[in-house]
Each structure stands twice: as C-alpha cells, then as structure tokens.
C-alpha cells in the first residue's frame, strides 16, 4: 500500500484530510493493474508513475472514498492537495485536481500560492489544463485583484506557468478580457516550445465561439509572429 504523505512544505493540518488520505490510500492501491499502469506511464511520457486504475473507475472509487465527508473548507482543500501531490503516482494527483473542480468555490485568492506549487510539481498537460481553467480560472473570476497576478505569470521562464496564465480564461466565454487574452498571446507568440504555441491557438480557438471575428482579425494581423501552430490551431473550427 502507497505510503500516507503529509505535506513537507508546511500545509494546514486538517481531519477531513487526514480521513480522505486514509481511504484514498486504501482503495486506489486495491484497484492497480501493472500493465495499465505502464502503458498510462509511456502515454503521459513517464512524468510520473501509474497505479493503471481507469477513469471511470477511479472516480467510482473517488466517490466511494468521500461518502459521507462534509464540505471542506480552504485549509482542507489545501491539505488534501499537497497530501495527494506528495505521493508519487498519478492518479493521486488527478483525485486532487477533481476535489479542487468540486470546491473551487470555497477557495480564496490566498489558494493562488498553492495553485501555482501544484502548476510547477511534476507538471505536464493532464493536470496544469485543468488547474489552469477551473481552479486558477475560478479564483480570478472571484477576485479580480488576481488580474496583475496573471499578468506576471504570462511572463514566467516556466512554461507550465506561463500555459496557465493563457488559458486560465478558457471558460469565460462572454467575460473573457480579451485586452489580456490578446496581448497574453502576442506576448508569447515567439515563444519556442509545442505547449505554450498550442495554448495560445487553444485559447484564441475557445475564444472564438464567442467572438469569431475578434479572433479572426487578431490572427490575421499576427501572422508573421504567430506560430503555425497557434494559427492553425486558432481558425481551425472558422
């Protein structure tokens, strides 16, 4: 059975965590099949290690470990994530993206920090797409004073950061603001790896179910530093 990790970095302590890691580690172990696990592990490009238990039945048993928990509250959500982040194996991580979906709003600008270790520990695009628009999303809807905060992490040397800063607005539709949607995309259109070129295609694509014509003239007047990537990947439903 994994070990029960607590977090190393000073994360709240918290009963409802203590119980939630106690069943999580309990029955998702029970459910591994090695095979499965190699071939998730290869897929993801050995970011980290597989348990090999499916998605749906990882969220039958997700459900089965949270039965007749209450509500958490800041502090447990933060506790949970950091525990889960702590193990090695995916799926745990995956468990906390979910329960932070769920919760998001009970979170405080003051989860920003969290949301970012989270972004930045063994990242790859399963987890960060995620956190980017429904956690950090959700925390920016809820306090606009997180704006500037974007802002900087638009221009981060890490990529994973810099990802989720261009889709954090993924699901705004109608209240995306498209001054920063736009110059986020124009500020890293040069930039040279696969995931931040396909993140701003992703975003202008998303964006333009709302507004095609915006999207569509923002491309048009960027083709020469928009990469073909984001281009194709911008107009490909126009």
């Known amino acids: 059975m994994t070990r029960l990790a607590r977090p190393a970095d000073g994360g709240p302590s ?21 095979v499965r696990a190699a071939r998730a592990a290869a897929y ?34 933060t506790s949970v994530a950091l525990r889960c982040w702590a193990l090695p194996e995916r799926e745990y991580h995956y468990f906390a993206v ?39 999303g959700a925390l920016v809807t809820a306090d606009p004073k997180l704006k500037p905060a974007m802002d900087e992490w638009i221009g981060d040397d890490d990529l994973w950061v810099a990802r989720t800063a261009l ?3 993924l699901r705004y539709k109608t209240a995306t603001d498209t001054g920063r949607l736009f110059a986020y995309c124009e500020r890293q259109a040069a930039h ?10 992703w975003c202008l694509r998303e964006y333009a179910k709302t507004d095609p014509a915006a999207v569509r003239a923002f491309v048009e007047a960027h083709r020469d530093t928009l990469s073909p990537l984001s281009v194709r990947e911008a107009l490909k439903h126009l």
């Open 98 to 136: 979910d329960y932070l979906r769920t919760h998001a709003t009970r979170l405080t600008s003051g989860f920003l920090a969290t949301a970012r270790h989270l972004t930045t520990t063994t990242p790859w695009w399963d987890t960060v797409d995620l956190l980017a628009a429904h956690v950090v």
């Open 14 to 34: 918290s009963a409802l965590a203590d119980t939630v890691m106690e069943r999580l580690t309990a029955a998702y172990p029970g459910a591994a099949d090695p």
């Open 192 to 201: 040279p790896d696969f995931f931040v070129r396909k993140a701003i295609g």
């Open 44 to 77: 993801m490009k050995h970011v980290a290690p597989f348990l090999g238990v499916p998605t749906p039945e990882r969220r039958a048993l997700s459900r089965t470990v949270l039965a007749g928990t209450p509500r958490p509250d800041e502090a447990d959500c």
């Open 167 to 169: 889709l954090h607005q």
